[in-house]
Nanobody
Framework: QVQLVESGGGLVQAGGSLRLSCAASGRTFSLYAMGWFRQAPGKEREFVAGISQSGGTTDYANSVKGRFTISRDNANKAVYLQMNSVKPEDTAAYYC?????????????????WGQGTQVTVSS
């Protein structure tokens, strides 16, 4: 099993940057592909970015491609989401998730473990 705790959310102006972190517990972090999802009020949770176990493969939603970067540090059991050029439509609760297989579908059902989320608010 793995437990996930997100941090780094907050209020940022449009065009600014924010870096989210997700700390994982458990001895087998490197065996999990990781993902970031987000959920805005009244909307379904949606895929943002994913990264393979080694970090060698990444995947992004079209809405964030070129602006967000996912990365991981297996030695420190952490995954990050660097958010640049943020827009008001990026406002949402952001969730870290783990998948006990390789990088898979961009869907919530594909991930086994979830954090509690961190709120990101982008002002215009």
């Amino acid at each position: 099993q793995v437990q996930l705790v997100e941090s780094g959310g907050g209020l940022v102006q449009a065009g600014g940057s924010l870096r989210l972190s997700c700390a994982a517990s458990g001895r087998t972090f490197s065996l999990y592909a990781m993902g970031w999802f987000r959920q805005a009020p009244g909307k379904e949770r949606e895929f943002v970015a994913g990264i393979s176990q080694s970090g060698g493969t990444t995947d992004y939603a079209n809405s964030v491609k070129g602006r967000f970067t996912i990365s991981r540090d297996n030695a420190n059991k952490a995954v990050y989401l660097q958010m640049n050029s943020v827009k008001p439509e990026d406002t949402a609760a952001y969730y870290c998730a783990a998948r006990s297989n390789g990088l898979g579908p961009r869907a919530t059902y594909a991930y086994n473990y979830w954090g509690q989320g961190t709120q990101v608010t982008v002002s215009s």
